[in-house]
């Protein structure tokens, strides 16, 4: 399993699980994205996410070297975690898609505060957001409280569909809709 993307120079954090590389802080910071207030285009993904996956939570995360900093929240009384208690950051470690079916039989999550306490998340579904030099910034990621069982459960319900008839929604139902 990697541990990073690819040709990185990764090293250790306060955190047990994540692994930061100084490059990809420095592009971090360029976003001006960490402790800065909700934007609606955020907000739209996030609940757009949720949506399409038909889960109460939806998130955009961007990780620092501290913590985890949701720019959009849907579903979810956090403006940020501790990367202790992060999903996402697994995510950023491993540079690509991470799905978690059932989070209290993952001994990456089964002692998380998110999973042992409210809201006692049991399905989490992210995917990397990738800045075009590669750095892994944060996440679009998703959190249920039931268990996914299988990958027929885990797909994108037929029923899914943009919640308006925004075309900027349209445009990404369409990209998600293209993720293999």
Known sequence: MPTGPPDSNLSSSSSKYARIDPRRLQALRRYDV??????????????????????PIGLVTFV?????????????????????????????????????????EDERFDDNPLVTE??????YAGAPMITPDGHVLGTVCVLDTATCWGP?????????????????????????????
Do not use: M
Not at 34 to 55: G, N, S
Not at 118 to 123: G, K, T
């Open 118 to 123: 409210d809201p006692h998340v049991r399905f």
């Open 152 to 180: 027929s459960a885990c797909w994108i319900p037929s029923r899914a569909r943009p919640r308006s008839d925004n075309s900027q929604d349209w445009t990404i139902w369409r990209r998600w809709g293209s993720i293999s």
């Open 34 to 55: 960490i402790d800065t207030p909700p934007e609606e285009t955020f907000d739209r993904i996030a609940d757009l996410a949720a949506a399409l996956l038909d889960v």
């Open 64 to 104: 620092g070297d501290q913590k985890q900093w949701h720019k959009a929240c849907i579903g979810l009384d956090a403006q940020g975690l501790g990367l202790d208690a992060s999903f996402c950051v697994h995510t950023l470690d491993e540079g690509q898609r991470l799905v978690v079916e059932d989070a209290t």
